[in-house]
């Protein structure tokens, strides 16, 4: 009887005019605006609301400001604050910064002002520095993708279920949703050490908790997408330049397998490599009809080299082939894109300072939808004007800007933490044995009761 896979020894080879993007691309020349959202409150300490005012420097900020500290914090080389400038010298529209004291999520979005990217109070009270500079990567990582799919890419077709909320633990609704939010976690990890907050996307050992998952439900988790990503970029040769140079060339993706399919169209060579990575995280998980789709453009005439590896990995046996559908490489305007992103974010610098303020490219504040690292799209409230605050003081309420650190507990900070911790715990009680182990039962409780904390303050966060 023949096996339905049939075998070919395949010659392809790598593209050479990769190397070229490395070193050619146009200068983008976005500017970086940077606001502070200062809450305002009357003698009483009751909040009035909230004024913007816009910075030019650190200086600008109070002496005892805690975002004067969080905007030093260092990624690589740099600080916050220089390395969002540079970026922003290399986008293709205006980087609007907002740091806010007030108590809502992160979020990142997309507008005619430019990229729009929000940092709340609770990013500079996280208790490690891989937490704190987590939030602000993850949101860069939507404006990176945002800045390198084409114009009219905004976000579409996201489902982030019934609470409109994401969590590192969940299947989400849709693969789209899982790619989006992987990616932010892949290109985060990239710049903080391997960390998502405090967990390392370097260890299998992270992906323990969806042992009992298919390999579908894990492609629609946030953790695996970006984990898969992230072992990419870190493990093959040129990893992170070929991931960007993909995001690029190839863009939009809407899932994981999107992106694979798209990969493999560039970099075949990577084939067996990529299958290893997808297999591992699985646990073996990943069928021998995944593979081919994913890897194989669905057909189920493969490489020598990839014949052995799925008869090594023991996918052959007794197994039907699946049926795939081709998906073409756009080959436009990516170039320069492609450069971009080897140039800014893989850590080459093409300068050190934001370019010259323009009149012409000073956005003002935005409003609209945003995407939050804790969910969907969410309403940015308008802002309190200074004459709405003059007016509140003008009623014998002088208005005191009160340090946002003394106004109560970080209940946000200490429920993502007591989150962190609890799926830390549950997903290395799996590791060490099946999801449905005493221990691992006892975890995953204390892990649902963690995060049903978290999911009640973030709602009443959203229902300001």
Known sequence: M??????????????AFFLLLLAVGPAFAG???????????????????????RLTSIDDLPPTS????????????????????????MLNMPLNMTISDRNLMSSSSKNASGYNLKLYRHVTQYSTANSQRFVFLHELGHVAMLNAYPASYNFTGLDYGA???HYIDEILPNANTAWVEGWANAFAAWKNGGRVFNLDLGSTATLAFLKAN?????????????????????????GRDKVYDVIAR?????????????????YPQDQVALANILNQNSFGKMSLNEMLDYLNNGSNQVSRSFYDYLAGAG????????????????????????????RVFGGLFARSEAPAWSETQQAQPPDGASLALGGGSISVPAQLSDGLAQAASGQGQSPVAVDPSERGPTDLVAAQEAYEKAFAAYTAACAKGSPDSAEAKAARARLQAAKANLVRIRKQLRAR
Request: with cysteine.
């Open 315 to 342: 996918k052959l046996s007794g197994t039907s082939t699946g049926s795939g559908t081709s998906t073409g490489a756009k080959t436009s305007w990516w170039s320069g894109i492609a450069s971009w992103f080897s």
């Open 2 to 15: 023949r096996h339905p896979i049939r075998c070919r020894v395949s010659h392809w080879s790598a593209t």
């Open 66 to 89: 805690p975002w004067r500290a969080y905007l030093n914090l260092m990624v690589g080389d740099r600080s916050i604050y220089s390395y969002a400038q540079t970026i922003a010298a």
């Open 31 to 53: 500017a970086f605006n940077l606001y502070y959202e200062k809450v305002v409150y009357d003698a009483y300490g009751n909040e009035l609301g909230y004024q913007t005012q």
């Open 214 to 238: 298919t390999f579908e439900e894990m492609t629609r988790n946030e953790l695996f997408t970006g984990k898969a990503l992230y072992d990419i970029m870190r493990t093959l040769p040129s």
């Open 163 to 165: 609470d409109n909320l």
């Open 250 to 266: 190839t863009g939009p993706h809407y899932s994981l397998r999107h992106f694979c399919r798209a990969y493999m169209s560039i």
